[in-house]
């Protein structure tokens, strides 16, 4: 089998995408699991003219910065193609395809646990330095 | 080009030229969710271009582990985890550009605002170059040797008689190999295939050995020279005593090759090494057989303008002490496993003990990229030298 990479964004044209990363999970409050969309996760802050970054998630601070990739990341989008030719027998193949839709060059890390903020209103979501949901997941290098 | 602050307001843009002493709110996107489709593809630079530009395929069988190809190289595809968060931001525009959803109308989009989390990526893909898988490419095409009998029936040869047995295009080929075009064309060449009616075949080592020998035996009746052959008139000759044109050619590029200086001519000069090695494999295809009566029956196949030696064979032939007497046998570099481990597995068991100057012919061809052969011979022989002047002798680890 064989899948073609595409690249519909027109090489050059290629959109960039960001990452933040964070340490352990992001919670949600129970009641807004059902309804993420549009939900704001915090307030993304750069306070001086360094590349320091504050995350406010809750009432918990996170610090970091922004940092290049060590090489670049490809955001590719798997994309199913039903054969149209169906003169065919019983064989409905789906064709696959990855289309290239965006380049990530740089990211903003943070890569310390989270400060907790004192006072503040009760937040939707919560960010939470969670080991047992780190562990769950696979281990990087 | 980011660099340039850009009075943005959403999306990946916003959060990567974020001004000093402002803030942007991070939100779920209006399309958040798990996104099993979007994967992320870590690369080297230089190989961004080939993707960008449409280039690279994904290879493989479903019970095999995808590599990706570019023209010319071939690379595994593993997936790394990771336990941080990794929260992906697409720019702002790319609700927009997903037509199919019910979840895309204008007003999710409007409601939009600071830069959107579209899905937290489990870990990524990378990619780490790897030789091309091409034993399979010589198991394929073995299982359908091109003989003397399909170029004789071929005219009656209908459709459906053809379909029955398996054959392979060259998109067959790409699809079920692991390899690059480049080393896909490569490896067909060292294999001696030929494209035939659009099928691949490798040609049965009888029939070619028919070809070439009447090839020889026009020579001589022709009085032409072995070393400035008429593409035209050798093609046209063994046309006319029976063999197919493709054929014909075939056997000069196999044996052979183009003389440089006289190219538009199609001037071909014979190859004494693969004219050698071919009547030597014929001669001991047999089994094994006493030096003495080989190197007789060897010399006296082959063409009197060309030089022989025994070093020809190197690669190729093996020989062994019994008594006084040697023997030589077939053993052939190019039956080999290409893989390191299989390939010293089956040399040691070949031979428990070797020297240099008869281990290197059959692991020269070895290619692990980011391993030089010392590194091989270091993991997988161990290294011997009774005495300091003496010969290294390698056995295995």
């Known amino acids: 089998m064989q899948i073609q990479v595409k690249c ?50 809750g009432y918990h601070e996170l610090t970091g910065s922004k940092v290049a990739l060590k090489k670049p990341m490809l955001v590719l989008k798997k994309i199913k193609r039903m054969n149209v030719d169906q003169s065919d027998e019983a064989t409905s193949s789906s064709k696959v395809e990855l289309d290239v839709v965006g380049v990530i060059r740089q990211k903003i890390l943070f890569k310390t646990r989270p400060k907790a903020l004192i006072s503040g209103p009760q937040p939707a979501v919560k960010e939470k330095a969670n080991a047992a949901g780190a562990a769950a997941q696979k281990q990087s290098v | 080009m980011m660099e340039q602050p850009q009075p943005c307001c959403k999306g990946a843009q916003v959060m990567l030229n974020l001004q000093p002493t402002s803030s942007v709110s991070i939100q ?30 994904l290879r493989g069988q479903t ?65 780490v170059e ?8 010589k198991s394929i095409l073995s ?29 067959d080929l790409t699809n079920k190999v692991q390899a690059s075009d480049d080393e896909l ?27 070439l020998r009447m090839l020889f035996h026009n020579s001589v009746l022709n009085d032409w020279s072995l070393d400035s052959l008429i593409e035209d008139k050798v093609v046209s000759v063994l046309e ?46 047999e089994g094994k057989r006493k030096m003495e009566s080989f190197m007789e029956e060897w010399m006296r196949m082959i063409p009197e303008e060309m030089q022989v030696s025994f070093d020809m064979l190197e690669g190729e032939v093996l020989t062994e002490k019994l008594g006084v007497e040697t023997w030589v046998r077939v053993f052939s570099v190019s039956s080999l496993p290409s ?8 040399l040691f068991k070949e031979r428990p003990k070797w020297e240099w100057k008869d281990l290197e012919p059959y692991i020269r061809d070895l290619n692990v990229p980011g391993l030089s052969s010392e590194a091989l011979l270091l993991k997988y022989t161990r290294r011997t030298q009774p005495k300091v002047d003496a010969e290294p002798v390698f056995t295995a680890r």
């Not at chain 1, 352990?24 to 996760?41: A, C, H, K, M, T």
């Not at chain 2, 029936?153 to 008689?161: F, H, R, T, W």
């Not at chain 2, 490896?187 to 075949?201: C, K, N, P, T």
């Not at chain 2, 044109?245 to 199609?266: I, N, Q, S, T, W």
């Open chain 2, 28 to 57: 779920y996107h209006p399309l958040f969710g798990s996104h099993d489709d979007l994967i992320l593809l870590e690369l080297d630079e230089k190989l961004l271009p080939d993707v960008l530009y449409q280039r690279v395929t």
């Open chain 2, 339 to 346: 893989t390191p481990a299989e390939r010293f597995s089956i």
């Open chain 2, 185 to 211: 064309r490569t490896g067909l060449q060292a294999r001696s295939a030929v494209e035939i009616d659009g099928y691949w075949r490798i040609v049965d080592e009888k029939y070619m050995d028919l070809i």
């Open chain 2, 143 to 171: 299982e359908n040797l091109y003989s003397s009998d399909e170029a004789l029936e071929k005219a009656d040869l209908d459709s459906m008689e053809r379909s029955k047995r398996r054959l392979y295009t060259w998109d």
């Open chain 1, 8 to 57: 519909s964004c027109g090489a050059e044209k290629c959109p960039e995408w960001a990452i933040i990363e964070l340490q352990g999970v992001v919670e949600v409050q129970p009641s807004f699991r059902d309804s993420l969309q549009n939900l704001q996760i915090g307030l993304l802050c750069r306070p001086s003219f360094q590349e320091n970054y504050t995350f406010t998630v």
């Open chain 2, 63 to 127: 019970d095999e582990d995808a590599v990706l190809c570019t023209k010319s190289k071939t690379y595994s595809v593993k997936f790394v985890g990771t336990s941080n968060s990794v929260l992906l931001v697409p720019p702002a525009d790319y609700s927009t550009s997903c037509k199919n959803s019910r979840d895309c109308d204008g007003e999710d989009y409007e409601q939009q605002i600071g830069a959107s989390v579209i899905k937290v990526a489990p870990g990524n893909m990378e990619l």
């Open chain 2, 240 to 285: 006319s005593d029976g063999f197919p044109r493709k054929l014909a050619y075939h056997c000069l590029y196999v044996y052979g090759g183009r003389v440089e200086e006289a190219m538009d001519r199609g001037v071909w000069k014979m190859d004494a090494r693969r004219v050698c090695v071919h009547f030597a494999r014929g001669i001991l295809r």
């Open chain 2, 130 to 137: 790897v030789a091309p898988r091409l034993d399979k490419l």
